[in-house]
């Protein structure tokens, strides 16, 4: 079992869209999370990406310069 406390803001959010869209606490907070982590991936794809392009971003010339044709 995970405790979580809430901060006073976002207590007070969960209640308010819990009435404004009839939803339970659980599968709004499970929502919300959900959204996290889907939007941390990305991110975290994002920046894999960034740096596989800063390891392998040669230029031309560095790029041509040990190959022979």
């Known amino acids: 079992m995970i405790k979580i406390k809430l901060t006073d803001d976002n207590r007070h959010n969960v209640e308010l869209f819990?009435?404004?869209l009839?939803?339970?606490?659980n599968s709004l907070?499970?929502?919300a999370l959900e959204e996290y982590f889907i939007n941390q991936q990305k991110k975290l794809l994002e920046k894999n990406i960034e740096n596989e392009n800063a390891l392998t971003n040669l230029s031309y010339d560095e790029?041509?310069?040990d190959i022979e044709v």
Do not use: G, V
């Open 18 to 20: 819990t009435q404004l």
């Open 22 to 25: 009839k939803k339970d606490e």
């Open 29 to 31: 907070i499970n929502e």
């Open 63 to 65: 790029f041509w310069d």
